[in-house]
């Protein structure tokens, strides 16, 4: 068999294994089987599938019958997949870090990854997604608020460039620096051995 057949062949064949995993875990999860779910999620999430990596991050967020909730699972998981671009989870990252779900409480990490979040999010997310990021901001001076934006909007997802604009986050007018005097050092008088005897 060619090598180039056999590539195509993998390729056709594990679209369908894909979205049976989705309707297994929908099914397990219609019948309130969660454990089940995440057995059927957790090859998708692992080959980087970043829907499932979603879903299996919110499984272990709620927890259900059979599965105990862990919220520290559940941010690893929020996390990979808000580094792959993917605005929900980068807004329940935020949010983890907001509340201290799963994570250590950090105003900095949260107004980081909502500004992310509230960047990517769709128009009907966007407005509340922002109020969020100035909520967890609130203790932030603006400089710090400032650079974390310059800080996500530095990290741009490859997914999601178009509806990532600076125009997004008003920025505060820049004051005028006063010119400062070059700084000149004064002269000083050559050390010899001969100078520092005397």
Same mark, same amino acid.
Request: glycine share 8%.
């Given at each position: 068999?060619?090598?180039?057949?056999?590539?195509?062949?993998?390729?056709?064949?594990?679209?369908?294994?894909?979205?049976? $995993?989705?309707?297994?875990? %929908?099914?397990?999860?219609?019948?309130?089987?969660?454990?089940?779910?995440?057995?059927?999620?957790?090859?998708?999430?692992?080959?980087?599938?970043? /829907?499932?990596?979603?879903?299996?991050?919110?499984?272990?967020?709620?927890?259900?019958?059979?599965?105990?909730?862990?919220?520290? /699972?559940?941010?690893?998981?929020?996390?990979?997949?808000?580094?792959?671009?993917?605005?929900?989870?980068?807004?329940?990252?935020? /949010? $983890?870090?907001?509340?201290?779900?799963?994570?250590?409480?950090?105003?900095?990490?949260?107004?980081?990854?909502?500004?992310?979040?509230?960047?990517?999010?769709?128009?009907?997310?966007?407005?509340?997604? +922002?109020? +969020?990021?100035?909520?967890?901001?609130?203790?932030?001076? %603006?400089? +710090?608020?400032?650079?974390?934006? +310059?800080?996500?909007?530095?990290?741009?997802?490859?997914?999601?460039?178009?509806?990532?604009?600076?125009?997004?986050?008003?920025?505060?007018?820049?004051?005028?620096?006063?010119?400062?005097?070059?700084?000149?050092?004064?002269?000083?008088?050559?050390?010899?051995?001969?100078? %520092? /005897?005397?």
């Amino acid at each position: 068999m060619k090598p180039w057949l056999l590539v195509a062949a993998i390729s056709t064949a594990a679209a369908p294994v894909a979205h049976a $995993g989705y309707e297994e875990a %929908a099914a397990a999860l219609g019948r309130g089987e969660a454990v089940a779910a995440m057995r059927e999620l957790q090859p998708l999430a692992d080959k980087g599938d970043v /829907r499932a990596t979603k879903l299996l991050a919110s499984l272990f967020g709620s927890g259900g019958k059979g599965l105990v909730a862990d919220p520290m /699972r559940a941010m690893q998981l929020y996390r990979r997949a808000a580094e792959a671009g993917d605005a929900e989870s980068q807004y329940a990252l935020g /949010r $983890g870090y907001a509340l201290g779900t799963g994570l250590l409480r950090s105003p900095n990490q949260a107004y980081y990854w909502l500004s992310i979040a509230a960047a990517n999010a769709n128009p009907n997310d966007r407005a509340a997604w +922002e109020r +969020e990021r100035e909520a967890a901001g609130q203790t932030l001076t %603006a400089a +710090e608020r400032d650079h974390l934006r +310059e800080a996500a909007f530095a990290r741009r997802p490859p997914g999601n460039a178009t509806r990532f604009s600076r125009r997004s986050w008003p920025r505060p007018p820049q004051k005028a620096r006063p010119a400062r005097p070059p700084v000149v050092a004064p002269a000083r008088e050559s050390w010899s051995p001969a100078t %520092a /005897r005397s």
